[in-house]
Nanobody
């Protein structure tokens, strides 16, 4: 059974930082491209950042220079370090694992940026 379990969300003030974690089980983690997506109320889910099995990263323009995605193969975990958070970063953040025709999602973790 495949599981992607996100953690680390919460309430943070503008300018603050949070680190999200996604622990994967039931997949051969090293094969998969991993990603973070987010969905704000009333909006479509959008890509935040991805990291390939080879370690190449890609970021949405809106988070470049503020967010960093990384993966620890030994721990089957992908991280999203978020700095200089803005109110517009408020959303439910979802972890994604993708390889060939396999595509899995976590349950999401809420990030709220507010004073």
């Amino acid at each position: 059974q495949v599981q992607l379990v996100e953690s680390g969300g919460g309430l943070v003030q503008p300018g603050g930082s949070l680190t999200l974690s996604c622990a994967a089980s039931g997949i051969l983690f090293s094969l998969y491209a991993m990603g973070w997506y987010r969905q704000a109320p009333g909006k479509q889910r959008e890509l935040v950042a991805t990291v390939t099995s080879g370690g190449s990263t890609n970021y949405a323009d809106s988070v470049k220079g503020r967010f960093t995605i990384s993966r620890d193969i030994a721990k089957n975990t992908v991280y999203l370090q978020m700095n200089s958070l803005k109110p517009e970063d408020t959303a439910v953040y979802y972890c994604n694992a993708k390889w060939a025709h396999y595509n899995y999602w976590g349950q999401g973790t809420q990030v709220t940026v507010s004073s």
